[in-house]
């Protein structure tokens, strides 16, 4: 008969990495990951590495434009730079998509865009108050299709980015 333990495992003793994932690596993924400014400290802690190697690579990934950081205050704070992710995302679909597809999908985006703004008689999503209803249901639903217009003038600029990218042999211009 086994011992029963209640007690969790420790963190400090659970693998958080695939054993000879660098440390370049676990610093990318955990920057990555953060969601609002961050110490270097912070970010070594869950990258289990000192926090002098984390600068060292967080310095490497602002210069990339991977992460931004701010070095205003103490101790210095780093963010993943969200410009960076929809580049990225922009690159895959580039990669993904013809051009003649990403135009497609453009206007069906933008057709999506017009219906939000007829039913909501807007043209901008903050313009729209999801608390002049009179239930909680409807509020939840309106407050829905206002996200989902959100999504859809993300996904517009999204794909417009796509289709600069593949127009142009992957960059923003003609080369």
Partial sequence: MTEFDPAPESPATERRWQQGEDTFSRVYD?????????????????????????????????????????????????ERNEGYLEWQDASRIADELTVEEIIDRVSELEEERADYEDEFDATDPTAVSGYDQDSHEAIHDRMTAVSEWRGVIRDIRLYELARQLAENDGHLIPA
């Fill in 30 to 78: 955990v920057a990555m990951g953060i969601t609002s400014p961050t110490p270097a400290a912070e970010i070594a802690d869950v990258a289990d590495c000192s926090p002098n190697a984390a600068k060292k690579h967080l310095d490497r990934l602002a210069k990339m434009g991977i992460v931004s950081v701010n070095r205003d205050g103490r101790p210095v704070q780093y």
